[in-house]
């Protein structure tokens, strides 16, 4: 018997025989972006978790303040490829004596930290939770004196900073037009 009739024969069998024939099937290939979106999904979940911790914003505290240097919260300076993160640490001594003095002055407390956007969510959940008086919100600002040619830059990296704190499950508030975004 020759392989053409060998075959011929098998295909007529098991058709009989309840056996079905779909063709040739492989297991779709797990996709590459799949273990990186599935860590980042992980990652991004543990920070929100820590970031839970911290109340939610309460808006009677800080809806009337209009200026950075009366803003109690961190807040950001967004730039075109850098974010400026600006933490108040709390005041470790807890008296009211010299509070602000030159023995205790705030700008001690102040402290700047220059952050690429895939680090905004690392750097948003290391914040001590004394530094949130206002609950978890954050003031957010587009830098300073940008040339023309950069600002479409900076609205991007400001549309990004915005859906990642929001992913993050924190407010974000526009000091100088008074209004969360």
Known sequence: MNLRASVSTLFLILPLSGLVFTGCKTAPAPSANAEPVAEQRAVRDSQREELDMIPPPSKNRYMAIRTFDSWENPYITVQANMLTLHV???????????????LRPIGARRQELNISLDKLGEAMS????????????????????????????????????????????????????????
Not at 94 to 102: L, N, R, V
């Open 88 to 102: 108040l640490l709390a005041d470790a001594n807890t008296s009211d004596s010299g509070a602000g003095g030159i």
């Open 126 to 181: 290391s914040i001590p939770q004394t530094s949130w008086p206002y609950g978890r919100v954050i003031a957010i600002e587009e830098a300073h004196k940008t040339p023309k040619s950069a600002e479409p830059a900076v609205r991007r990296t400001m549309e990004s900073a915005v859906n990642t704190l929001s992913d993050l499950g924190i407010a974000v508030y526009d000091l100088n037009e008074g209004k969360l975004q």
